[in-house]
T-cell receptor
Framework: NAGVTQTPKFQVLKTGQSMTLQCAQDMNHEYMSWYRQDPGMGLRLIHYSVGAGITDQGEVPNGYNVSRSTTEDFPLRLLSAAPSQTSVYFC????????????FGPGTRLTVT | AQSVAQPEDQVNVAEGNPLTVKCTYSVSGNPYLFWYVQYPNRGLQFLLKYITGDNLVKGSYGFEAEFNKSQTSFHLKKPSALVSDSALYFCAVRDNGGANNLFFGTGTRLTVIP
């Protein structure tokens, strides 16, 4: 199993540009999520999904869109990048249940200039 | 609303000494608590979790955590620290709203000094 994979590893955008961060998992997990990690703030939830066709907002959803057309893939779209979106982005997946552990991807480091 | 607090940004410990990384939580209802570790330039890795049952939970790499309901704490411990334990540690609590969403603490950087 490859686990959770994310591409790209690094990305530099100019303000106003759009892009899609890719996330895929091969564990047949129903639950997938996106977090951003900022210094001194831990990880904060952006969007999540409990199955194909079902998505919902997390704590910090503004400026981001998601879709879940398949169980395996959960892309995160930045519509119009802003410097405040400079961060490290992590995708995670797990089974659905009362307390499964989550599997995290290696992260995407995004810089918006 | 659920939340966790990690009161120490940095913990330094000598190799071979016991280590403790502190976490307190605030939840309505029964807490589902987790510890994750992040090594440099890597994603988070699961260490252990408390759902119910014994207050002392054993996890990966010799770590354990003690759930204390009266003190609303879930401190991470290891009897003998290794230099390779140096990393960023996150405490997290599951959202009781239904999904598997986690609320993370701000993280504690553990440095084990040879």
């Amino acid at each position: 199993n490859a686990g959770v994979t994310q591409t790209p590893k690094f990305q530099v955008l100019k303000t106003g540009q759009s892009m899609t961060l890719q996330c895929a998992q091969d564990m047949n997990h129903e639950y997938m999520s996106w977090y951003r990690q900022d210094p001194g703030m831990g990880l904060r939830l952006i969007h999540y999904s409990v199955g194909a066709g079902i998505t919902d907002q997390g704590e910090v959803p503004n400026g981001y869109n998601v879709s879940r057309s398949t169980t395996e893939d959960f892309p995160l779209r930045l519509l119009s990048a802003a410097p405040s979106q400079t961060s490290v982005y992590f995708c995670a997946s797990s089974q659905v249940g009362p307390g499964p552990k989550q599997y995290f991807g290696p992260g995407t480091r995004l810089t918006v200039t | 609303a659920q939340s966790v607090a990690q009161p120490e940004d940095q913990v330094n410990v000598a190799e071979g000494n016991p280590l403790t990384v502190k976490c307190t939580y605030s939840v309505s209802g029964n807490p589902y608590l987790f510890w994750y570790v992040q090594y440099p330039n890597r994603g988070l890795q699961f260490l252990l979790k408390y759902i119910t049952g014994d207050n002392l939970v054993k996890g990966s790499y010799g770590f354990e955590a003690e759930f204390n309901k009266s003190q609303t704490s879930f401190h991470l411990k290891k009897p003998s620290a290794l230099v390779s334990d140096s990393a960023l540690y996150f405490c997290a609590v599951r959202d009781n709203g239904g999904a598997n969403n986690l609320f993370f603490g701000t993280g504690t950087r553990l440095t084990v000094i040879p």
